[in-house]
């Protein structure tokens, strides 16, 4: 069975080097799915609570919400640390409280203290797609993932695996000790 959950992300991102309206620096509203299969939890009834989805993902998924997301090659990423640095927010305002922890991958890097995230490639809807599923591919059981950001959108759909130890009391993934972070349960 499926437990469907979605997020509406606003972002800023231009297509360097595209020629046509994209190359511009330009906003969106996206609206991210995740489709996440399992079986059904015996003690809970269900695949894996909603609500602890939206928790999971978002936990990575704020850092591109009002965020700035540019290629790391693109020549307006030095000038916006330069001007982030002039204003003393670079490294974090008292008031930007909406992010998630900083993360490193092969495709992307958040510094959320500037609400900034660097990709390898450009954000398209299907850069988006890889992205976050390789950010969530090991605290999720995802199978699908759609992604719309104004006219455009892809889905991207991707094997089960089944392999994610969750808490028989509510559902949620077990942390690396076999211990439910949300209710303390501990694996026997």
Known sequence: ????????????????????????????TGTLTIVVEDTINEGV?????????????????QNFDHALVLREDDPLLPAIIGV??????????????????????ELATAY????????????????MIKIVYDLLKDKLNIVKIK????????CEEFVSHNNIDRCPLCGIALNENGVCPKCGYRKP
């Not at 972002?11 to 994209?22: C, I, M, N, P, T």
């Not at 269900?46 to 998924?61: D, G, Q, Y």
Request: hydrophobic content about 35%.
């Open 1 to 28: 069975m499926k437990s469907i959950t979605t997020f509406d992300l606003q972002y800023a991102h231009r297509f360097y080097g595209f020629k046509g309206e994209a190359q511009y620096l330009h906003g969106h």
């Open 45 to 61: 009834n269900m695949v894996f609570p909603c609500n602890e989805i939206k928790k999971t993902a978002w936990n990575v998924l």
């Open 147 to 154: 992604f719309t950001s104004g006219e455009n959108a892809a």
């Open 112 to 127: 959320p203290d500037a609400r900034l995230v660097v990709t390898k490639e450009t954000l398209t809807v299907e850069g």
């Open 84 to 105: 982030y640095e002039k204003q003393g927010i670079l490294h974090g305002h008292p008031q930007n409280k909406m992010k998630g922890p900083a993360f490193k991958t």
